[in-house]
């Protein structure tokens, strides 16, 4: 049995739909990474699973119970807020024995409940302090911790990491991805960060515009997108996109630009002329002296390797990013391929990958 | 302005602070003195030479009842007014209810009405209902008015809707909510509020006046004025001693929480 | 100001509006009310028989020369408090902003007459000016000046505005001092840059920045003068000699409680609930701010 179900949800406020029928199922100990741009409907999405907002439509299950209807604290939830949420006049301890408290824990059990996660995050000689006290990544520690000591069948993330500043991002990151697999709990967690959903998730849900794009491993995800805006989402710099027609009875894409690239997996199931739109990584462009020209706009040097921004030849003189290992090269011009094996093809009407 | 040597500052200041000490310090000096000098017009600049004689025979009259009453009056009023008001502004920012509107406007309305505007009415309703001559009858008119309320409503609506969201994940309700987080949170403007009306109801002069005849229920203030009513038979060293008394409270609780009640007054304006 | 995190049940907030709710209706509204009714009601002379008499007791108040005369000396009374009291705390305000030592020192001194009851300040002055007792009396007397502000209307008043003016200054300089503060330093230093100095920055980049406490101050201190004064003015003249301090709200208490003539006091009363929720209205439309007790 899935330890969470949600079954076509829906949310819509007043005219607005922000949520599109959701359906997914969650495994015991599985990280599942919500990640969209902002305004994507993911952490309505959260707080709907959280209780904190009522679907318009649909169910949510728990460990095979109903808890569409069931108050926040009632559901065995426990989430981490993006802005950590602590109580300002609470000692570090007192926050975290808050909840359990009120569900009439005895002190031992409290205080030993407390004890296994402060020592789990490193903040044991800070139980007796003020968030006030506290530093950023510390604060969002006292956060998790709160969470931990509930020991719920579900740990709900909102952002937890965008308020701390870059270096403590990358080592915070890594120890929730640690702690979430050592306690085994069950976890959504939402981000706009397509960096965290990669390294943090077991599974990603792309979310655009209330929709799921796809739900699919990280790898999954990378390496074969469900569409262009997942294609474009995941993965930095964005891929490229070139418009292009199908050809060859399926098996080539014309380039509005002008070469032609044979597919290297087989016939796509769609008529000579549809459009399409050719997607390849700036990582997967390589260098070809008997290649196609790209005249070569702006070089970005990050010293292991270079971004070169430059444009095909006309028609449509189509923009295109490239990572070059080294350094910048001399001229203003490159030839350049596209390996059959790394492009993606995708239908240009309705963004969705063309097999 | 980074001047630290600056006498054209120090002197306007030091005028300043004596214009506001000076009255003082003669009202002290005259509280030593001895009564029929002070008639006389000779009230002195130093300390006379009466010492502290005169407070033991002021306290042994009616003077020390007196501030009990001013102390019992003004931290009725401060108290109940704080509760009430708390309990109003939580009401009005953390529900929807029926008639919300209405009942926020009503209080709302109250801001506009000083006591002096209404004294005879009110009296006439406290008479309905038993209250003249009585130690309630003195505070509980005085507590209704929406000031306290309105300044809590702005400082409960900016609570972090995360605080609250975190709460109810933890299961507290709502009456939880309020005692365990939103009220030590809003300490520092409480203390402010305590500190200002603790003030505003020790010195209550009209209101009093009205509602108690008796004189076992006059407050110090009253006291006082009453003292200085007939300036032929005024025994002035007496009267300055008590104003003395009269005053220490209230300037004790200011000055040692001057702090917060500034900041707890400039508050709302910001 | 709304929030969007609320609690679902709608009996509670009922209860714990109740108590505030209740205490409104009986001693203010249903007293407002009364005295609205009274105002339009005359009685007899022994208080047995009361008859409705329209808007008669308002045309009769506006018809009496006191009356009027009242409106007129608390007119004054109040820009002069007002006044007064405002540029001199505005004035140590500014002072007391810069950055000199015993800073603390001289805002405590003079924050702390915020204790004073109205009523108490008048024995403070007394001590300055009471003809037999007062020290500077004394001096003056002792110059030719004959001071007897029991005897001399234009004695009282100015006995009177100085105390009550002295009262306020410390409230005004409260708000002064922290809208001085308010001012970012960056401002400041900006116009220094520019070539403004002392007077000139004062009245060109300060005041106007000012502004918005000083409507605010403006509108608690025409309230106070007012209203709050009654204590003050009280315990000094009684509105004595004859009418020469006799402000409106010591009319409504002399005539009301005094001379028991409801009618009119209750008229006055009426009056002047339409003066406040004008001057509030007023300062609502244009800050949003409410001033505390």
Not at chain 1, 315 to 339: K, Y
Not at chain 2, 15 to 23: D, E, H, K, Q, S
Request: with cysteine; proline share 5%.
């Amino acid at each position: 049995m899935a330890m969470l179900e949600l079954a076509g949800l829906r949310k819509s406020f007043g005219e607005t739909e922000v949520l599109r029928q959701i359906d997914l199922s969650l495994a015991s100990g599985e990280m599942l990474v919500i990640v969209g741009a902002s305004g994507c409907g993911k952490s309505t999405l959260l707080r709907i699973v959280a209780g904190l907002e009522t679907p318009s439509a649909g169910r949510i299950l728990l460990e095979g119970r109903d808890i569409t209807s069931i108050d926040p604290s009632a559901r065995d939830i426990a989430m981490v807020f993006q802005n950590y949420a602590l109580y300002p006049h609470m000692t570090v301890f007192d926050n975290m024995a808050y909840g359990l408290r009120i569900r009439g824990l005895s002190r031992e059990d409290i205080a030993h409940r407390v004890d296994v996660a402060a020592s789990l995050l490193g903040l044991s000689e800070l139980l007796g302090r003020k968030p006030r006290q506290l530093s950023g990544g510390q604060r969002q520690r006292v956060a998790m911790g709160r969470a931990i000591v509930r020991e719920p069948k579900l740990f709900l993330f909102d952002e937890p990491l965008s308020n701390l500043d870059a270096t403590l991002r990358v080592r915070t990151r890594a120890e929730i991805r640690r702690l979430q697999r050592r306690l085994g709990i069950t976890s959504l967690y939402v981000t706009h960060d397509q960096v965290e959903a990669m390294t943090l998730g077991d599974r990603l849900l792309v979310l655009h515009q209330g929709r799921p794009a796809q739900l699919a491993t990280p790898m999954e995800v990378f390496e074969r997108p469900a569409d262009t805006y997942v294609a474009g989402f995941i993965g930095a710099p964005a891929m490229n996109f070139l418009p292009a027609t199908l050809t060859d009875t399926g098996t080539a894409a014309k380039l509005e630009a002008g070469p032609l690239l044979q597919f290297a997996d087989g016939q796509r199931k769609a008529s000579d002329g549809t459009a399409l739109i050719v997607g390849i990584r700036p990582e997967h462009i390589q260098t070809n002296p008997a290649g196609i020209p790209l005249r070569i706009d702006l070089v970005e040097p990050l010293g292991s390797e270079t971004l070169v921004h430059g444009r095909l030849a006309a028609p449509g003189e189509a923009a295109l990013v490239m990572r070059l290992a080294g350094r910048a090269p001399e001229s203003d011009m490159l030839r350049i391929e596209f390996p059959a094996e790394d492009i993606h093809v995708f239908d240009a009407g309705s963004g969705l990958r063309l097999s | 302005m980074n001047d630290h040597r600056d006498p054209v500052a120090h002197v306007v200041l030091v005028l300043g602070a004596i214009l506001f000490v000076a009255p003082l310090w003669l009202v002290f000096v005259g509280s030593t003195q001895d009564s029929a000098a002070i008639a006389r017009g000779d009230l002195s600049v130093l300390p006379g030479n009466e010492g502290f004689g005169v407070y033991a025979g002021v306290l042994a009259g009616p003077v020390p009842r007196m501030l009990l009453i001013s102390l019992g009056m003004a931290l009725a009023i401060a108290i109940g007014k704080i509760v009430i008001s708390i309990l109003s502004a939580f009401a009005v920012v953390f529900f929807r209810f029926p008639g919300r509107h209405v009942a926020f406007w009503l209080i709302f309305i109250t801001l506009m009405l000083p006591v002096e505007v209404r004294i005879i009415p009110t009296y006439s309703v406290m008479s309905d209902l038993g209250l003249i001559n009585t130690f309630t009858g003195l505070w509980l008119p005085l507590i209704a008015s929406a000031t306290a309320t309105l300044l809590f409503r702005q400082i409960f609506v900016a609570i972090p809707d995360e605080l609250v969201e975190a709460a109810r994940m933890d299961g507290a309700g709502p009456l939880r909510f309020l005692w365990d987080i939103v009220i030590p949170v809003s300490g520092a403007n409480i203390a402010a509020l305590f500190v200002i009306l603790f003030i505003y109801g020790w010195n209550q002069y009209l209101w009093p006046l009205l509602v108690a005849t008796n004189p076992n229920l006059d407050t110090i203030v009253i006291g006082i004025v009453k003292m200085i009513a007939v300036e032929t038979q005024t025994d002035w060293s007496a009267v300055m001693a008590t104003a003395m008394l009269a005053l220490l409270p209230p300037v004790v609780v200011v000055v040692v929480m001057q702090r917060w009640f500034v900041s707890g007054l400039t508050e709302g304006e910001k | 100001m709304e929030r969007r995190t609320i609690f679902g049940q709608r009996l509670l907030p009922v209860i714990l509006v109740a108590p505030q709710f209740l205490l409104t209706l009986i001693f203010f509204l249903w007293p407002a009310c009364q005295a609205i009714w009274s105002s339009m009601t005359r009685q007899d002379p022994f208080g047995l028989h009361s008859q409705f008499a329209g808007l008669d007791n308002f045309v009769e108040l506006f018809t009496d020369p006191l009356y009027r005369a009242s409106i007129g000396r608390t007119v004054f009374f109040m820009a002069a408090v007002s006044a007064l009291s405002m540029s001199l705390a505005l004035l140590l305000a500014v002072f007391a902003d810069r950055e000199i030592r015993g800073r603390t020192i001289y805002r405590t001194l003079l924050i702390w007459p915020y204790a004073i009851a109205p009523a108490m300040a008048a024995v403070l002055w007394i001590v300055l000016l009471q003809p037999q007792v007062g020290i500077l009396a004394a001096w003056l007397s002792r110059h030719g000046i004959a001071w007897d502000y029991h005897l001399n209307d234009t004695q009282a008043m100015l006995m009177i505005v100085l105390a009550c003016a002295w009262k306020q200054v410390s409230y005004n300089f409260i708000f002064f001092l922290a809208g001085l503060q308010s001012i970012p330093r960056t401002v400041l230093e900006a116009a220094r840059m520019d070539g403004a100095r002392g007077w000139h920055r004062f009245r060109t980049i300060t005041f106007p920045l000012l502004a918005p406490t000083s409507f605010f101050l403006l509108v608690v201190n025409l309230v106070y003068a007012a209203f709050d004064t009654f204590g003050t003015i009280q315990a000094l003249t009684q509105g004595g000699p004859g009418k020469a301090t006799e402000t409106l709200v010591v009319k409504v208490y002399r005539d009301g409680v005094v001379n028991l003539d409801i009618g009119s006091s209750s008229a006055q009363s009426v009056v002047l609930m339409i003066g406040v929720i004008g001057l509030t209205a007023l300062q609502f439309r244009f800050l949003g701010r409410r001033q505390l007790t």
